[in-house]
């Protein structure tokens, strides 16, 4: 599909909506500062959310050539912003085992019913902490390889 410009809008075109349940279709903002929204459904046959198009407001500064740019860096790695809480861990040894595992699941309230499954999950630099404000925050990026939304 081809991408999309309207008056206020740019719309990617990876996705055509004859592929989608029509009755499922929603918008969700992905980052209101920035002004990128997506479009989700659920695809015939299947009964997870997944992401049909994305939305860029040309009013927050987006051009085509820079929402196909955003597209192909975040498209295509999964790679969000998210915070969860993970189990306490009582030793070293414990954290170790959970920032070193070779692949996991993240799964997320969305409110409601909905949730947001991060399937094939690595952790980008997950390191001990070494600072008393780090024993109750930590952050650490990760790269998924799928999203579902249901």
């Known amino acids: 599909m081809p991408w999309e410009t309207t008056e206020h809008h740019i719309r990617s075109g990876h996705r055509s909506p ?4 029509k009755d499922t279709l929603k918008t ?7 002004g990128v929204k997506a479009v989700v ?8 959310m997944e ?7 040309k009013d927050k500064g987006w051009t085509l050539e ?7 860096k975040h498209h295509a790695t999964a790679k969000e912003h998210v915070y969860a809480v993970l189990p306490f861990t009582e030793s070293k040894e414990e954290f170790d085992d959970v920032v070193n595992d070779e692949e996991f699941e993240l799964e997320f309230g969305l409110g409601g019913a909905y949730k ?3 399937s094939g999950c690595k952790w980008e630099n997950a390191t001990a902490p070494t600072r008393i404000e ?8 990760f790269v998924a390889k799928t999203v579902t939304i249901s």
């Open 18 to 21: 004859e592929e989608i349940q």
């Open 28 to 34: 969700i903002t992905l980052d209101e500062k920035e």
């Open 41 to 48: 459904g659920k695809p015939k046959g299947k009964d997870a």
């Open 51 to 57: 992401i049909q198009s994305y939305l860029f407001e």
């Open 66 to 72: 820079k929402a196909k740019e955003w597209f192909k």
């Open 116 to 118: 947001a499954v991060f």
């Open 134 to 141: 780090e024993l109750v925050s930590l952050k650490a990026a």
